[in-house]
Each structure stands twice: as C-alpha cells, then as structure tokens.
C-alpha cells in the first residue's frame, strides 16, 4: 500500500462525512498528509505511514515541541496517524493521537484522537491556500516554488550550455 492509495482513502472517507480534506498541504513549518476541514471549523492532521521506520523516523521531527505545548495557532485539533492494518499498535502513539488504518480501501478508526484545543484557526485562509495549492499542482504540474525554480535552472542550463 503506497501513502497516495492511504490518503485517497482517507479523503474519498472525510467527503462522504461532509468534511473538506486536501492532501499534501503546508501549513506553517509542517506539511500535513492529509489535511481536514471538519464541518465543525476544527482542524484534523492525518499522518499517513507505510512502513515501521517511517514511523520511527516521525519521533524526530521537532514539529512534536508544537504539539507537547499545545501551541494552538500551529497544530490542528486532532492529530492522526493512517498506516496499512496493524502496523502501528495504539500502544505506540501519542496519548493525545488517534489511529487510522487502511485496508484494500476500506479505513476503520482503531483508536479516537483527542482535542488539542479549541482554538478554531482562520478558515478561509486555509480554505485559499488549498485552492492554491491545488490550482498550482493541476496547470503548473508543481506548487509555484519548484515551478519558478525550475525555469530558473533550465535557463542557467541554457545559458551554461551556450557559453
């Protein structure tokens, strides 16, 4: 099971509920895998893993010192992981972390996350910035960073190539 297959699972599952997910979305300092818009305004980070070490690599990141303080402004409401079934045990996660797994499409919550806070974030920011995101993948091929960044290096391979 690869992480695109975990998150359109988890997307196709968040629509028909009437949330708004968006996968592969920057938020901050941190992209989120899966990012969704609760009918509530609250926030819900889904982690998607597909293997063991990708989940022991994940105790590195410093974003955890966000979550550890509950800095409101910068973590969602909920926060889950998503892996294939019975990769990750709930006994493994955070207290505050709830669990996901994905079988052959089928995504059955093993453990409820808890609320981080009640902070509800600016909606329409978010809501602009998946827009964004999504019309920069869909005509650019790329968000617009690497887009310009790429017409800059073919023009230096150009120029290089000319000179």
Known sequence: MTTKEIQKSI???EVLKGNLP????????AEMDVLSILKSGYIVEIETKISRSDFKAD???????????????????????ACPKDMISKDEIQKYAGLIYVDNGIVTVVKRAKILHRFKHDILKILTKMCRMKSERKYL?????TYKNNLVKERNEKYLANA
């Open 11 to 13: 997307c196709k599952e």
């Open 22 to 29: 968006c996968e592969n979305i920057s938020m901050g300092m």
């Open 59 to 81: 105790a590195k990141k410093t974003k955890w010192k966000f979550f550890d303080l509950r800095v409101e402004g910068q973590i969602p409401n909920y926060f889950y992981y």
């Open 141 to 145: 091929g790329s968000c617009l960073m």
